[in-house]
T-cell receptor, first 114, second 113 residues
Framework: EAAVTQSPRNKVTVTGGNVTLSCRQTNSHNYMYWYRQDTGHGLRLIHYSYGAGNLQIGDVPDGYKATRTTQEDFFLLLELASPSQTSLYFCASSEGPSSGNTLYFGEGSRLIVV | GEKVEQHESTLSVREGDSAVINCTYTDTASSYFPWYKQEAGKSLHFVID?????DRKQSQRLIVLLDKKAKRFSLHITATQPEDSAIYFCAASKGNSGTYQRFGTGTKLQVVP
């Protein structure tokens, strides 16, 4: 089964602060994704990547950067965190494009911006 | 872009009864419809999917129905058990590689004894 590991699991930062969320998958999947989960919105895609060095924007990319350094590692960067970015963030991976493939999710990173 | 609506935000059923969760989508080109389960305080995991070339799929107690004309798909959980209590998310996507799954808002299912 796919293994996706996120860190940190919990983070509190101040408005304007700098946050990096990390994700590592160990199943040689090409595709990786960052979603945020908010009550009333379900899961919304922020960024995704189909390989090292590649980055694609999702539906809610504003205020976020991402970088895929290797096939295994995908990072989400919040350079000037705002309270609206308080959320539960999930990383996911898939063997092929998610348009036809199952997503495997990490355990989630809860971010609070005060 | 594609919008996926999940109509029931909460659903309560008695143990042993069936539960039905409904979703609709807007893009007629959508062809892949997975369902994910999120237990309390945990991550999401895949439970079942259906592709547009069929209108029904079953995996043990889970049945997914797809009505392409109505742009509607549904998850049926038969003979519900307490461990079925969770939030269920539907998703939809087109078949081409430049697209990705979009999710509904989730349905919290509670199975009561």
């Amino acid at each position: 089964e796919a293994a996706v590991t996120q860190s940190p699991r919990n983070k509190v930062t101040v408005t304007g602060g700098n946050v990096t969320l990390s994700c590592r998958q160990t199943n040689s999947h090409n595709y990786m994704y960052w979603y945020r989960q908010d009550t009333g919105h379900g899961l919304r895609l922020i960024h995704y990547s189909y390989g090292a060095g590649n980055l694609q924007i999702g539906d809610v990319p504003d205020g976020y950067k991402a970088t895929r350094t290797t096939q295994e590692d995908f990072f989400l960067l919040l350079e000037l965190a705002s309270p609206s970015q308080t959320s539960l963030y999930f990383c996911a991976s898939s063997e092929g494009p998610s348009s036809g493939n199952t997503l495997y999710f990490g355990e989630g990173s809860r971010l609070i911006v005060v | 872009g594609e919008k996926v609506e999940q109509h029931e935000s909460t659903l309560s059923v008695r143990e042993g009864d069936s539960a039905v969760i409904n979703c609709t989508y807007t893009d007629t080109a959508s062809s892949y419809f997975p369902w994910y389960k999120q237990e309390a305080g945990k991550s999401l995991h895949f439970v079942i999917d259906i592709r547009s070339n069929v209108d029904r799929k079953q995996s043990q107690r889970l049945i997914v129905l797809l009505d392409k004309k109505a742009k509607r798909f549904s998850l049926h959980i038969t003979a519900t058990q307490p461990e079925d209590s969770a939030i269920y998310f539907c998703a939809a996507s087109k078949g081409n590689s430049g697209t990705y799954q979009r999710f509904g808002t989730g349905t919290k299912l509670q199975v009561v004894p």
